[in-house]
């Protein structure tokens, strides 16, 4: 385990996933790194009183309560960690076939999303708010893997977070150590 009160530890990998076909890489420029980095909290903060992670947003403990400390570049590593897993995870279960569509249904529906995360984390977004809502999934610019076949969006929203956070806790476990962070707390 290696110890750090940072949002990355030394050599843990920024993202859950390998590029395949060049999709799953972030997008971060300059330009918004230069922005103040938005947080990825979706109001539901639920962490056991022993729980490493959010059950909401699945930011590790320590960064949501530090999160106001960070600078932004902190903040974009945390988010890189973040759509990489939602990259990882959502690619096994469905395809986005029209990206542009996907960030136009986004919009529309008024629907919260980080522009500069792939198109997987965008459809991660979409599911989260609107599984239940959704009849079609090519009018998002979607389409179900073989994986998905037969579920409704809503199994499919609920095995997708319960992923997730197993990935996410996984990650902490293997990288981070609890009493370290602990005894940098402010």
Known sequence: MIDSGGPLAQNAPLTGSAPVKGRFRTRPSQENMSKTVITPCVGICSTSIAGSVCRGCKRFAHEVIRWNTYTDAERQIVWERLGGFRTTIVSSWLEVTDEQLLQQQLVKQKIKFN?????YAWAYDLLRAG??????????????????????LAEINEAIEKEYLALSEAHFQRYFDPEQIERQAP
Do not use: C, T
Not at 115 to 119: G, Q
Not at 133 to 148: F, H, K, M, S, V
């Open 115 to 119: 522009p500069n995360l792939n198109s």
């Open 131 to 152: 599984a239940s809502q959704i009849n079609d999934l090519e009018q998002y610019g979607l389409q179900l893997l073989p994986r998905a076949q037969g579920m409704s």
